[in-house]
């Protein structure tokens, strides 16, 4: 069971970045899929998270309006499109999956963490 945070990396202020998770080993059609972050010295924080049957997002407020979550069940990958991002933004960014938990929170039963991806906002 692996699930693989990719697509990373340095990225100008009010730029854009697209996020790809890939999962393996388990049927990521019948999981719930979100999106971690984390910055040093600052709490976890759900970014994202798309539900199993109808593709229900749900965003967390600091990033809702400039986030896009979606998911290729065929291609067992869900992606994380973020624009118009700042500094605030960078931090390292995981994909989580759950069967059951919708939306995927903090404080929600998480089976599956991937690992995550650097993300920075600098000029």
């Known amino acids: 069971v692996q699930l693989q945070a990719s697509g990373g990396g340095l990225v100008q202020p009010g730029g854009s970045l697209r996020l790809s998770c890939t999962a393996s080993g388990f049927p990521l059609l019948d999981y719930a899929i979100g999106w971690f972050r984390q910055a040093p010295g600052r709490k976890r924080e759900e970014v994202a998270s798309?539900?199993?049957?109808?593709?229900?997002?749900i965003y967390g407020s600091s990033v809702k309006g400039r986030v896009t979550i979606s998911r290729d069940n065929a291609k067992k990958t869900v992606y994380l499109e973020m624009k118009n991002m700042k500094p605030e933004d960078s931090a390292i960014y995981y994909c989580?999956?759950?069967?059951?938990?919708?939306?995927?929170?903090?404080?929600?039963?998480?089976?599956?963490w991937g690992r995550g991806t650097q993300v920075t906002v600098s000029s």
């Open positions: 989580v999956a759950d069967p059951v938990s919708f939306p995927l929170t903090t404080d929600a039963r998480i089976a599956y």
């Open positions: 798309i539900s199993v049957s109808d593709g229900t997002s």
